[in-house]
Nanobody, 124 residues
């Protein structure tokens, strides 16, 4: 079973960029489609982006398209989320997740393994 650990979250200012990483262990990440989700205080967990097992297909929530980029390096067993032009409303705990399928999904219920999350705080 794969285990996931996110890193890279920190306090940044509005307009800054940040790259989150998700390191996988226990299994090769190439077996899984992957996703990023986030949860802000008092809000439900929401879909951010997903990527197919091969990395050839990516999906984004419409409001983040163009600012966020999901990518993966199967050789390094890692998933990434590049976030540009950050806004205070991007403040949240960001989670990576894995699902045993070829394609990513926007539905959190379709992911079976989650990391512990990494906090991103964007100050205005």
């Amino acid at each position: 079973q794969v285990q996931l650990v996110e890193s890279g979250g920190k306090l940044v200012q509005a307009g800054d960029s940040l790259r989150l990483s998700c390191a996988a262990s226990g299994s090769t990440i190439s077996n899984y489609a992957m996703g990023w989700f986030r949860q802000a205080p008092g809000k439900e967990r929401e879909f951010v982006a997903a990527i197919s097992r091969s990395g050839g297909l990516t999906y984004y929530t419409d409001s983040l398209k163009g600012r966020f980029t999901i990518s993966r390096d199967n050789d390094k067993n890692a998933l990434y989320l590049q976030m540009n032009s950050l806004k205070p409303e991007d403040t949240a705990v960001y989670y990576c997740a894995a699902r045993t399928a070829g394609m990513g999904s926007r539905d959190a219920r379709e992911y079976h393994t989650w990391g512990q999350g990494t906090q991103v705080t964007v100050s205005s």
